[in-house]
């Protein structure tokens, strides 16, 4: 089952902050954050594994609630560079250990 | 590397006809993937296999659709025959382990007319 993640598009200005959210329902192993430029294929961000970790790539972060199977992914004093859709990946664990389901994607987009 | 090569990169073929895409990842990973990208489902997983052997096909949508992967540097995902529904993007991927990154191949672009 795929992770759901919302919203489905964001529009920002230069310097503006955005939250994408991703649920699952099922316990998670990790979360992935990849981002896709049209055309292009999906791009590593970063891997957020069991224990409720935040991670940072310069303007960039994600937390994990592993209670609540959810992960957040925020994008701080946007650039024009940010534009592209974004999607979470999720790996559960037990017999899903290695299998690893993308949500429907949330598309960025950012104006000068 | 981590480099995945898929081909073709686009593949313009017309209704029933077989269509195979390929892909030769870099060899040493455990996990390859195989996901169908369209607007309206995202990223969808078809197949995924584990040290070559086939683990869950769940995500294959039909019979038409099948996969092998006869090494750890070869792959294939076939349709017979190819629909127009079939119109896609179809991703290659692959992991070293649970809990690490994956890499994409360029992907196929897959028109059926």
């Known amino acids: 089952q795929q992770p759901v993640q919302s919203p489905q598009a964001v529009i920002l200005r230069e310097g503006e902050d955005a939250v994408i959210n991703c649920s699952s329902s099922?316990?998670?192993?990790?979360v992935h954050w990849y981002r896709q430029k049209h055309g292009e294929a999906p791009v590593f961000l970063m891997i957020?594994?069991?224990?409720?970790e935040q991670k940072g790539h310069e303007k960039i972060s994600a937390s994990f609630n592993e209670k609540k199977q959810q992960s957040s992914l925020y994008l701080t004093a946007s650039q024009l560079s940010y534009s592209g859709t974004y999607f979470c990946?999720?790996?559960?664990?037990?017999?899903?250990?290695?299998?690893?389901?993308f949500g429907q994607g949330t598309i960025l987009t950012v104006h000068p | 590397d981590a480099g995945v090569i898929q081909s073709p990169r686009h593949e313009v073929t017309e209704m029933g006809q077989e269509v195979t895409l390929r892909c030769k990842p870099i060899?040493?990973?455990?996990?390859l993937f195989w996901y169908r990208q369209t607007m309206m489902r995202g990223l969808e997983l078809l197949i995924y296999?584990?040290?070559?052997?086939?683990i869950d096909d769940s995500g294959m949508p039909e019979d038409r659709f099948s996969a092998k992967m006869p090494n750890a540097s070869f792959s294939t995902l076939k349709i017979q025959p190819s629909e127009p529904r079939d119109s896609a993007v179809y991703f290659c991927?692959?992991?070293w382990g649970g809990g690490t990154e994956a890499f994409f191949g360029q992907g196929t672009r897959l028109t059926v007319v």
């Open positions: 296999f584990n040290n070559n052997v086939p």
């Open positions: 060899s040493g990973h455990d996990y």
């Open positions: 957020l594994l069991k224990g409720g």
């Open positions: 990946g999720t790996e559960a664990g037990g017999t899903s250990y290695g299998k690893l389901t």
């Open positions: 991927a692959v992991r």
């Open positions: 099922k316990a998670l192993y990790s």
